[in-house]
């Protein structure tokens, strides 16, 4: 008789705690995000081999642009001490034709190959200079 009553009162107790509320079920949660570009914020060491500088290594920190929300800026980007921008499509980074600054010019695209790697081409105009680049970013 106690076996029953204990497994009774076993049963009960796992029906009432399966009901429970949890988080999920909670209206007030914030749903999770589906900003894109929350995948790439981060610092990201970066393995860069360049045509005519050879293979230099440095770091990137991306950050969401606070004005476009379809963007992210690359800060140092091919260690220029330079903030490039690129536009987010899923794992795919474009960088637009644009101007670093005083310093030059660059373009070029990346895919986010994991969730800690991207593998990015771009090439760099520096002072009349063209310089084409393969680089990975890591974290």
């Not at 914030?30 to 050879?54: C, F, I, K, L, M």
């Not at 220029?80 to 600054?101: E, F, K, M």
């Not at 373009?107 to 063209?130: H, P, V």
């Amino acid at each position: 008789m106690k076996k029953v009553v204990y497994l009774s009162a076993t049963v009960l107790g796992l029906i009432l705690a399966s009901c429970a509320s949890d988080k999920k079920d909670d209206p007030t949660a914030p749903s999770p995000s589906t900003d894109a570009r929350d995948q790439y914020v981060a610092y990201w060491n970066v393995s860069e081999n360049s045509a005519t500088v050879g293979i230099n290594t440095h770091t990137v920190n991306i950050i969401k642009s606070q004005t476009n929300s379809n963007e992210v800026l690359l800060n140092n980007f091919s260690n220029l001490s330079v903030s490039a921008r690129a536009s987010v499509n899923g794992t795919h980074l474009t960088i637009p034709y644009q101007q670093l600054g005083s310093i030059g010019f660059a373009q070029g695209s990346g895919t986010l190959t994991t969730a800690s790697k991207i593998d990015m081409t771009y090439t760099t105009t520096i002072s009349g200079n063209r310089d084409s680049s393969i680089a990975v970013y890591t974290k």
